[in-house]
């Protein structure tokens, strides 16, 4: 992979940069340059000067991504890297179609463009929405990329998908209340001055689900005035965040389930859409695509961590620890890996 992209990866994805040494080596490309480019889609809003000029950013990688899936990639570092990917599952699984993959690709970046003015969520189920759309599609690109295809495990990948994205929200909401000066967004960095309720000189937004604001009697002019102080915005995280675990819980009783040979316990509401169409599968078969796609599901792991801290720490989202690096993840992962749970 480029080099330039690894350290991007690295610098504003840690967790998944760890991460990769769980998926196959023949698919890591793939699982990097998904990465990357959700990274790229994902500061869009940040290294813009206003929402035209974001749209444009937006069909760049549109048709960054036509063009690749027409084999004829631009000379773009992301492109490339994905091509090269595509190219190389097409010559191990002749007559594989990655149809699937660009669809999944284009429904990441309408989501992402679509919140790009940080509007706010209607209410949870919109949020869940945008998890799903995003964090679980990512999820279910990098197992198409293995090949995987699996109900049992996009069923587990929708649920941790739907958790970690439902967590970034949150990570995500003091940043977006206070920005930081233009280009210094980083998953990794320290809140640095900019959350002690002087916002910088970008207009700061709430997005927490309307439902929930109003539910815990938040108010956003007082969170944009007090911070962490504001009255009902700890309950307001503690209800979001609480979603966000049932749904860690939720797949780590189905990956039990299915290990087991036992039924998942409940239908995938998205099998029959585009993309989540499946062979008829027995016990054993679910039992093997689930061993297969293993790694890809380690994104639990970061979002457990995450989730547990922020419990620690009262729900106080604005807590500086809660942006550090996660020193814990590699032998957290690894523990979780060799034992298969999450």
Do not use: C
């Amino acid at each position: 992979m480029s080099i330039q992209y690894l350290i991007v990866v690295r610098k504003f994805d840690s967790p998944s940069y760890t991460l990769q040494t769980f998926v196959p080596p023949s698919t890591r490309d793939a699982y990097l340059s998904i990465r990357a480019l959700n990274i790229e889609l994902a500061r869009i809003p940040d290294v813009v000067s206003n929402p035209t000029v974001g749209a444009l950013r937006m069909q760049f990688w549109r048709d960054n991504l036509n063009r690749t899936f027409a084999k004829t990639p631009p000379k773009e570092p992301v492109a490339i890297l994905l091509h090269h990917a595509l190219t190389s599952l097409q010559s191990r699984y002749e007559g594989i179609t990655t149809s699937v993959m660009k669809g999944w690709f284009m429904k990441v970046i309408n989501t992402r463009e679509q919140y790009m003015d940080n509007r706010p969520y209607a209410n949870l189920e919109a949020v869940e929405m945008y998890a799903e759309n995003t964090y679980s599609t990512l999820m279910y690109l990098t197992l198409a990329a293995l090949p995987l295809n699996s109900m049992a495990v996009d069923h587990v990948a929708s649920h941790i998908g739907k958790a970690t994205g439902i967590a970034a929200v949150l990570r995500g909401l003091p940043l977006i209340a206070f920005p930081p000066p233009p280009n210094h967004h980083s998953n990794n960095a320290a809140f640095g001055g900019a959350l002690g309720g002087n916002a910088g000189s970008r207009q700061g937004a709430v997005v927490l689900p309307l439902d929930i604001m109003a539910e815990a009697g938040v108010k956003e002019e007082e969170v944009l005035r007090h911070g962490a102080d504001a009255p009902g915005l700890k309950d307001a995280i503690f209800k979001v965040a609480t979603r966000a675990n049932d749904h860690l819980i939720t797949a780590r009783e189905m990956l039990k389930n299915l290990q087991a040979g036992r039924d998942a316990g409940h239908e995938f509401e998205h099998q029959g859409e585009e993309g989540h169409l499946y062979h008829d599968s027995s016990e054993d078969t679910q039992a093997n695509d689930l061993e297969r796609g293993f790694g890809i599901l380690m994104q639990a792991v970061p979002t457990r961590l995450w989730l547990e801290k922020l419990e620690k720490v009262d729900f106080d989202v604005f807590r500086p620890e809660l942006r550090a690096r996660e020193w814990k993840l590699p032998y957290k992962a690894y523990w979780a890996y060799t034992r298969r749970t999450i």
